[in-house]
């Protein structure tokens, strides 16, 4: 297996070895600095390249190309052109441009603008982002050559996760170089961001999902009971695969390996049904890029099991949801990780200053890092008791807390170099040794050793939100910092007063405890940290003046920018809560209360029927339950009247804002109050009759 993957890693990627075979030295060579330096790139150059690109694509069965975005929806955008060119002789030739490799011009009028663009404003273009490799693409289609493209309006501003990202990691990259070269490191001549998003996500029958409405329109259950086992057990998380499964992660693993996707570890999730997916670092671009490609790979490869791949934060009531932790650290060209802390990290003062940066950074910008995360199913997951709480705090473990501490305290900070063994008790087991710290499942932003693990991200969401917002607030402590050091006479002095003030003006935001609790509720109110429960509460934080002088100020969004996607978020959430109501209206109207209607009227005719016969007969049970059934039928009916009256209602509210707000503080609770009756009827009503598979067919039945 071990020859088969090298030999199949990467071979649909027009990757760098790739480029070497394929085009000239020079023209490899001033790619190269176009890609690593951000140098312009030559027309010239461009149109070698594409017809390299489109020879290398022919030679595997590719006959389209297409521009790959990443639109304000979420999830990736493309329009196919075959490589087909007619000839005067009524023959074809297969042709491929510098220029079509470059722009491409899909319509920006059909996609998210929040205003930036009006309904008649139709063009919009797609750039060649040359930093992430071409791939080819093999599904019903045949082969299709992918290339990643920035996406923009007609009048030049963002409208894609991409161009904000690509923007943030420049603006990194500039501040970082900035105190590295105050330390005396002249060899860096760039800094990215790393970054490796673990995917989670859940796998159903094909079959059953094709009877739950709720899944096909919203992605989630909407109705359902829980079963009489959950994942209170802890039997999943870790188990054994099941076959089935085991079968589409084989399938899985080869698609993302050969598009050069470094899928590395998979296993069972906490709940049941529900699995993740988790690759190597690498640079934030490439990273967000792969990430989007393994959501689509397996949703891919799960309709060839007959599976669905469910990405949805919550699609199930009562069991765990689904994340997607984005581990985030700053890596040079050299290789040195800047967040590594070494043996003795109270004696890196590099390492230090670095850390108290990212500290500082989330404390004065968590209401913004806050809204990186916001999606409707991400509400059900933050803010509701799952991992992690609303409220952003940093987890830095016990070791490295105590020696910003001690820093704080005494100027200074001394620490041990040794490691700590831990003894299981058993002497045939080999020596183990202790990390510098545990880890907090709770904690929203936590070290968990050189890198950072912010645990807030939706599974279904892209990540390039999180990363442009990350690499932005850490690149502005970095510039305020470089701006103070550069004009100290003793740097030395200066950097270590400057890493004690940073940690001591912004500890509060440090929390080693359980953000489940109550207390911790408190004491964050009692700190000054937000808890910005929802998406709705949450949005207004990216167009406040400090939001805006800090994008604007790094050149990583403008004004404008930010506005569009405020009104992009409001839209969003409306949308797809009116889609929700509108599932749990029909469903509820034509599947649930014909099928009690139905159930009661059996009853209605069994207690009859056994009057008839046993006139004397005790039909306490049989009335019961008709009873209790007709009791929720009536409830179930008096809430869905609510929750129709509502909707109609919303399409009245004039703003993107006000109609949000409507329909989180309206709509929603209508919905859980429509859900309640219904559930409880599912746990009355007799299972040949409920009109869909229930929680525990989808979950334990693959």
Known sequence: MSERLTDIFGIDVFSDAVMIEKLPKKTYLALKKTIESGEDLDPSVAEVVANAMKDWAIEHGATHYTHWFQPMTGITAEKHDSFLSPTSDGRIIMEFSGKELIKGEPDASSFPSGGLRATFEARGYTAWDCTSPA???????????????????????????????????????????????????????????????????FLVDKTKYLKRDDLIYSGRTLFGAMPPKGQEMEDHYFGCIKERVASFMKELNVELWKMGVTAKTQHNETAPAQHELAPIYSTANIATDHNQLVMECMKRVANRHNLVCLLNEKPFAGVNGSGKHNNWSMITDTGVNLLKQGKAPYKNTQFLLFLVAVIKAVDLYGDILRVSAVNPGNDHRLGE??????????????????????????????????????????????????????????????????????????????????????????????????????????????????????????????????????????????RGLPNLRSMVDSIPSIITDKAIDLFERHKVLSRSELYSRKDVLYDSYSKAINIEAKTMIMMTSVQYIPAVIKYTKLLAESINAVKDAMPDANLYVQKDLLLESSRLLVEAKTALQTLQDLVVEADTRKTLKDRAEFFYHNVKPAMTALRTPIDALECIVDKELWPVPSYGELLYEL
């Open 385 to 526: 008791d799952e991992a992690p709480p609303a409220i952003i705090s940093v987890f830095l473990g016990s070791q490295l807390e105590d020696i910003l501490n001690q820093l704080k305290e005494n100027g200074e900070a001394n620490g041990s170099d040794e490691r700590i063994r831990i003894n299981v008790g058993v002497h045939s087991i080999p020596e183990l040794y202790k990390d510098g710290a545990d880890r907090n499942r709770t904690s929203p932003f936590a070290f968990t050793g050189d890198k950072f693990e912010f645990r807030m991200v939706g599974s279904s969401m892209s990540v390039g939100t999180a990363n442009t917002v990350i690499n932005t607030i850490v690149a502005d402590v970095l510039c305020d910092m470089a701006d103070e050091l550069e004009k100290a006479k003793d740097f030395d002095k200066a950097v270590h007063k400057l890493i004690r003030k940073t940690f001591s003006e912004h500890n509060r935001i440090i929390f080693n405890g359980n953000g489940y609790t109550k207390e911790w509720i408190d004491e964050a109110e009692r």
């Open 135 to 201: 791939f080819l693409r093999e599904d019903a289609l045949g082969v299709t050559l992918c290339i990643p493209t920035a996406f923009c309006s007609y009048t030049g501003e963002a409208l894609d996760m991409k161009t904000p990202l690509l923007r943030s990691m420049e603006a990194l990259n500039t501040q970082a170089l900035r105190i590295l070269r105050l330390f005396g490191n002249t060899d860096v001549t760039h800094v990215s961001p790393s970054v490796g998003p673990e995917q989670e996500y």
